[in-house]
């Protein structure tokens, strides 16, 4: 089944988008950032149409509501399955597009130098990377309309090169290409993130999180998976949205004073190391895309004593489309129950060995939002034409 | 600009360029070579080789009629590419979109090439020259990100 669609498109180009707390923030060719709830969105299209609106608002707000314990009771019954289902089938493939002109925006914050390399939203502050180093600054979320406002300026925290972010329990890894990994933190709540001086990996092009670990790409078909030492705590750091109800308390003290390079990772499978095109991790797995074309995807989440207890390789398949196999891969992503592989020239969303073509353009920013609570199958496509949301159907 | 061949000289070197630089093609970064793991390869002929370079060598005429070429400073090299109907093409066996034209020469000496990945910073555009790049049109937004991302 194809991913309900929903295509925003604004009177000036966009360069990246976001999805956070219920509202798309936007990073505009301008040079200016604006965000816009996605309750507003919806309520352009739908009007007076209440049961769309609700059908809609579920699939891109509270997208992990399908996937619940109560979901699974409830669609174990299966008229109330079917209706769901005759529902979705109705809208999948089409698109639902909605103008937005400047003024229909909520908030407005000047950037630094374009272009953005990354940005990312993380318990309740912005953090935004480009050439002159990495950004931050606090966000409020007004609980009765969604509206976002900025609590402090957009101030520089570190000044290297910032390319690509990734946050998770009060840490934020700052990838700086060839002056390394570093690490941030969320000391205290509403300050500002510390980053430290040293590199914890001098090489580092993206990263991902393997579990409560890092895993640090230095090219794009190599890595080392970072351990990492955390603790429990009793309050958090930082603040999180009053809708997200994940009770871990979890701070990460330490990266990477223990790690395994690639081939000690894929010791088992040591035939793969020289055939991999272009690798990547989801929460709880890694996905290799072979040079022959075939797909892999393997567990490793279990340590003990520098000991990897399990790499198991879960999946292996090769895409029926030649272009598929073929293309060079510019960036791969993971969602729930698949991964959204981003092409020269295309975006393709693989699940379930089907491949769902999704762009059929080159594109300036494919996200998703797996370690989200609420986003795990939502995918948000930025191209020439404005932004592009799909929510994944969930069986 | 399109890929287009080139004939060679009778030395063996291609052009000159406007600028009067000459090419040559390297063997072992040749289409023909026998992959070596620390040699890129061209995945185009000889004479399109000279095409990449010619377009990075003899640049863009600005408003004010200066001729920049695709230098960057900060790697002492020529980055060159070939950007057509809003793709950059594949010009490396190893699915390459960039080429580095170092300037460790003498001279008078011509000039050689070959693909890079973008993955590391001495085979990558400053930011200032994709700032012109992308000015002038030589390169579109999409893929000047990829550049500065490391991903292509």
Redo the contacts between chains.
């Keep these: 089944m194809k991913p309900l669609k929903l295509s925003i498109h604004t009177s000036i180009p966009l ?1 990246d988008g976001y999805l956070y707390a219920g509202n798309l923030f936007l990073v505009f ?1 301008d040079g200016t950032l604006k965000t816009l709830p996605i309750t507003r969105v919806l309520q352009k299209y739908f009007g007076e149409d209440v049961e769309n609106f609700n059908f809609f608002n579920l699939a891109f707000s509270r997208n992990s509501w399908y996937t619940n314990e109560q979901a699974d009771t409830l669609f174990a019954i299966e008229n109330i399955k079917k209706t769901f289902t005759d529902n979705w089938e109705k809208y999948n493939g089409g698109n639902l597009e909605i103008e937005f002109s400047e003024d229909e925006f909520d908030s407005y914050l000047k950037l630094p130098k374009l ?1 953005i ?2 940005f990312r939203l993380y318990g309740m502050r912005m953090f935004v990377g480009n ?1 002159d180093g990495l950004f931050d600054t606090g966000i409020d979320i007004d609980p009765k309309n969604a509206k976002v406002s900025f609590k402090d300026s957009l101030e520089r925290v570190f000044d290297a090169r910032t ?2 972010l990734s946050a998770k329990s009060d840490s934020l890894l700052v990838t700086s ?2 002056d390394g990994l570093f690490h941030g933190r969320l000391v205290q709540t509403n300050g500002r993130l510390v980053v430290t001086e040293s590199p914890i990996r001098k090489e580092s ?1 993206r990263t991902g999180w393997n579990g409560y670990n890092v895993v640090n790409y230095s ?2 078909n190599n890595f080392d998976l970072l351990l990492t030492e955390r603790e429990q705590v009793k309050e958090r750091t930082f603040l999180y949205s009053a809708a997200d109800e994940d009770s871990k308390k979890i701070k990460i003290t330490g990266i990477g004073e223990e790690s395994f390079n690639m081939d000690e990772v894929l010791s088992l499978h040591s035939d793969l190391i020289d055939n991999i095109k272009y690798v990547f991790n989801a929460p709880k797995s890694c996905y290799f895309f072979l040079k022959n074309g075939e797909f892999i995807n393997i567990f490793f989440n279990k340590y003990q004593n520098r000991n990897l207890l399990s790499r198991k390789i879960y999946d292996t398949w090769k895409p029926d489309s030649a272009n598929t196999r073929n293309s ?1 891969i ?2 791969a992503n993971a969602i729930k129950d698949g991964c959204v592989v981003e092409y ?2 295309s975006v393709i969303l693989i699940k379930g060995h089907q491949e769902i073509p999704l762009k059929t ?4 920013s494919v996200r998703t939002y797996a370690t989200s609570i609420r986003y795990k199958n939502i995918i948000s496509i930025v ?1 020439r034409n404005g932004i592009d949301l799909y929510s994944v159907f969930p069986f | 600009m399109p890929l287009t061949t080139h004939p060679r000289n009778p030395n063996q070197t291609y052009g000159p360029t406007n600028r009067g630089h000459f090419y040559i093609s390297k063997e072992d970064h040749r289409k023909t070579a026998a992959p070596k793991k620390d040699k890129t390869r061209w995945c185009i002929r000889e004479g399109e080789e000279y095409c990449v370079f010619k377009i990075a060598n003899e640049g863009i005429i600005d408003e004010e009629n200066n001729q920049i070429w695709w230098y960057c400073e900060d790697n002492d090299c020529l980055f060159g590419f070939v950007f057509e109907n ?3 093409l ?1 010009i490396g066996e190893n ?1 390459e979109q960039i080429a580095k034209f170092p300037n460790d020469r003498n001279e008078h000496d011509p000039w050689h090439g070959y693909p890079v ?1 973008t ?4 085979n990558r555009p400053s ?1 200032e020259l994709l700032d012109r790049l992308e000015e002038c049109g030589c390169i ?7 550049i ?5």
């Design positions: 360069q060719k272009p390399f990354d050439r390319t690509y290409n060839s092009l090219t794009q060079k510019i960036s020269d020239d353009n080159p594109v300036l191209d | 809003d793709r950059l594949k699915e990945s993955e590391e910073s001495q930011s579109s937004d999409v893929y000047r990100l990829r500065e991302k490391g991903r292509i």
